[in-house]
């Protein structure tokens, strides 16, 4: 039997879990599954089911094609998550950034943090500074916290649980962490005030091989056990890195899902605003990227309940754009560029047909991506990758407000190409 080599990617969303295995030659999909990322209530407060995610993989891995030889996994994974484990696994269940508890530190945590000019990284609601939900455990169960040897971002707690080996990556802890200083590019000075720094595991290139998948975990998913795993990257960062690698400055990526997240590559950090949900990404090379973002898959998701079925016009883009506005921006209180709004409908969306409620929605979709686009000082192209990229109307809105050129990367997915950029980085696949 004739094997073909494939670079395997854990691309864990906030709503989606995803196994790719591609080409490591031509990067084509030669296998795939997906899964819900469910959060399990609790006790002891909502957090990731990261052991069914595992069980997850190695099935999916096992029930690849046979004659797929996996030459290397790249985990992929969404922000504002840590994982806090010993030598032999977790301390804790991963948390939910969206669970409310680390909002009970209150000032004791707003008087710790470092000011915006030294992390980049806003002030945000329950534990999405990742920083918050450690400081809340550490307070919370002292004796249990005691136990933490790793501090890891979550990427890089994935490879930690396919390898056994801990590292630390810029790319998470440089996105509204708290926990790092882009000007320095060093870990913040809230680390050592936390009382951490000693539990923040070596720095690694997201590229660098951190070791073999470990023994057991090769024999139950029918993979080499030499197979390496890389360090991995936060998956915006993910999303961007191709664009780096063969585009000019400046220009502005849009990572969409869940969460829209702008980088604007040639943007200005002066004009980051924090009370916006303004921030600096840090790209895999330790470079502060001026960044701004919201819920933009959320949003669409809350304004187009109950049209499933239905698809947006773009017939109708110019008729929505030039009337009254439909949506009020603000709809996930606390992030955003309008954090404070009341967000929804002016209208009684019940009045609207599902056509016109998808293509408002689109529109408002637009309107915010320029609005994150400003807010950065961004230029040039703008890119869209996933979900938007697939909106027949949001690339006519775009040009009705004045975007002079746009890219649509409908393509497997934006981390997936960086994913296996990463690799060929590595010495893997492509070359």
């Known amino acids: ?186 870990f913040s000075s809230l680390a050592e005030a936390m009382g951490i720094a000693d539990r923040l595991p070596p720095l690694r290139k997201a590229w660098d091989v951190i070791g073999p998948l470990r023994p057991d975990l090769a024999a139950r998913a029918r993979v080499s056990p030499d197979c390496p795993v890389l360090c991995g990257i936060h998956d915006s960062n993910a999303s961007l890195l191709p664009h780096l690698q063969s585009r000019q400055a400046p220009f502005t990526l849009a990572s969409t899902g869940t969460w829209a997240v702008t980088m604007a590559i040639g943007g200005r950090l002066d004009a980051l605003d924090p009370e916006r949900d303004c921030l600096a990404n840090v790209d895999v090379h330790g470079r502060p990227v001026p960044s701004a973002r919201f819920m933009g898959g959320r949003e669409f998701s809350l304004l187009t309940e109950g049209t499933e079925g239905a698809h947006s016009d773009p017939a109708l883009v110019d008729e929505v754009l030039a009337g009254p506005d439909l949506i009020r921006p603000g709809l996930v209180p606390g992030v955003g560029p309008f954090p404070e709004g009341r967000g929804g409908w002016n209208v009684d969306p019940a009045t609207l047909d599902p056509v016109t409620r998808r293509t408002a929605a689109a529109c408002y979709l637009a309107r915010m991506l320029m609005v994150a686009r400003d807010l950065t000082g961004g230029t040039g192209p703008m890119i869209i990758e996933g979900p938007f990229a697939d909106n027949r109307c949001i690339p006519v809105a775009l040009d009705r407000l004045g975007l002079r050129e746009l890219h649509l990367e409908r393509n497997a997915g934006g981390t997936l190409a960086g994913a296996l950029e990463l690799a060929t980085m590595a010495g893997i696949g492509a070359a």
């Open 1 to 186: 039997m004739t094997t073909r080599a494939a670079i395997a990617v854990l691309d864990i969303g906030k709503t989606t879990v995803k196994l790719i295995a591609a080409d490591a030659g031509t990067g084509r999909v030669l296998h795939q599954n997906t899964r819900p990322n469910r959060v399990e209530p609790g006790p002891p407060f909502p957090h990731f089911h990261t052991d069914a995610i595992l069980d997850w993989l190695l099935t999916s891995l096992t029930d690849r094609p046979a004659e797929l030889e996996i030459a290397a996994i790249v985990p992929v994974a969404h922000g504002a998550t840590v994982a806090l484990a010993d030598d032999d696994g977790l301390v804790f269940p991963v948390m939910d950034y969206e669970a409310a508890d680390p909002d009970a530190t209150g000032e004791d945590y707003a008087r710790l943090r470092p000011d915006f000019s030294e992390t980049f990284s806003p002030a945000l609601p329950c534990g999405m500074n990742f920083a918050r939900q450690i400081y809340w455990l550490s307070r919370h169960w002292p004796d249990r916290f005691a136990a933490v040897h790793h501090v890891l971002a979550y990427p890089q707690f994935w490879s930690f649980a396919l390898t056994g080996i801990a590292a630390s990556e810029v790319t998470s802890f440089g996105s509204h962490s708290d926990l790092w200083a882009p000007a320095r590019g060093a």
